[in-house]
């Protein structure tokens, strides 16, 4: 299943650039997805958006999963052992994605959000049979840093769709901060949708070393989908602290 789906935002924008284009109201529904057949088997994942946007299924989300596990799943032992930690979670796609695909042997997986999200994480984690693999956490990033989080540092930062509110900028900025250590690396995808969602970028790259995935090597050979995100405005970084 392709959840990119044929309502993406147009590229033309005739009313100018900082306007979208409302999206369709999406009903309660259960997905499944291989993310074309990345995984032997499907996740599940409820969809409803009356908590709020957090809800749906956005196509930052399946960006990041299909990339990580293009470079994590399979044979790869590089996520063994690890402290990960989603930001803005949602439903918990790009998280249980990862554990479902990924040999994640030994770490410890968090997937976290506001209040609201906590009971659909919650159920997508039960739906998969995940428990014993993936942890729910509410983090909130106008608040201290919970404590499972904090106490040991953080190996892997996973975020998709984290920009889209600007007032949110600068508390999602301190939270990477925050969360970010010596050895830490951030993979964070997001769709521009506005002029505005490009200032974040922009601050976030005067505090840390931000480079482009599609600027690695071997990123061309390993993601055949570098067309689609591009035609649909996303973008893939990778982010570590600065020496």
């Given at each position: ?9 147009s ?17 309660p ?80 997986l ?10 659909m ?42 920009v ?19 050895e830490?690396?951030v ?5 521009k ?18 480079r ?10 390993a ?21």
């Open positions: 299943m392709d959840l990119f789906g044929d309502n993406s935002d590229e033309v924008e005739p009313f100018g650039a900082d306007l979208v284009e409302p999206a369709p109201i999406l009903k529904r259960t997905i499944e997805t291989t993310f074309n057949g990345l995984l032997s088997s499907p996740i599940k994942l409820h969809e409803d958006l009356a908590k709020g946007c957090g809800g749906q299924i956005w196509p930052a989300g399946e960006t990041l999963a299909k990339y990580l596990l293009r470079h994590y799943g399979g044979d790869s032992a590089g996520l063994r052992g690890k402290r990960i930690v989603e930001l803005g979670a949602g439903g918990g796609l790009v998280g249980l994605a990862v554990a479902a695909g990924c040999d994640i042997s030994g770490s410890e968090y997937i976290t959000d506001m209040e609201d999200m906590m009971e994480m919650t159920r997508n984690v039960a739906l998969n049979g995940l428990d014993d693999k993936v942890k729910v956490q509410l983090l909130d990033w106008s608040e201290p840093m919970p404590e499972p989080i904090s106490q040991k540092p953080v190996d892997f930062i996973l975020a998709a769709d984290c889209y509110f600007e007032p949110a900028f600068p508390l999602l900025e301190k939270t990477l901060i925050d969360l970010i250590g010596e830490t690396v993979f964070f995808c997001f769709k949708r506005r002029r505005a969602d490009l200032t974040f970028m922009k601050s976030i790259k005067k505090r840390l070393n931000v482009e995935a599609r600027n690695d090597p071997d990123y061309a050979k993601d055949t989908d570098h067309a689609t995100y591009s035609r649909e405005n996303l973008y893939l970084y990778i982010m570590t602290r600065k020496k």
